[in-house]
């Protein structure tokens, strides 16, 4: 278990920690960003990541982000524990219980969807970079 700065730099050489959290809190902040995506998912011709399953996807698999809340847990402030336990949960919620492919109308209609998108923009408060 990582619990110091010292042990993540051993453990993770290769990414820094503040790039790591400035690469997970943009995934989470498009997450939370319902003006974007009721402007940019609903269009006909939009490219192929404009999408809920790709939102989604950059954040949990690109970001690895249920690793980056084992592993950076040391580096967090009360706050931000809390922001990102409440994000975790709500997210995996919503995925536990929304189909397998996520199509853009019914996500952005869905009340699951809402609540992931509130508590998006707690986490990204939380973790405001400077």
Known sequence: ?????SDYDQHYP???????KRNVVEAVERIGDKHYQSTHWLQDDRPAWEDPNEVVSVLVDDCVFNLFLQDC??????????????????LNSFL??????????????DPRWQDVQSSAIGFVAAFALP
């Open 73 to 90: 847990a040391f580096s967090f402030s009360d706050q931000q524990h809390e922001a990102a336990a409440n994000f975790s949960l709500t």
């Open 1 to 5: 278990m990582i619990k110091t700065q």
């Open 14 to 20: 290769q990414v820094p920690l503040d790039r790591w």
């Open 96 to 109: 536990n219980e929304a189909p397998e492919i996520l199509e853009a109308e019914e996500t952005l209609n």
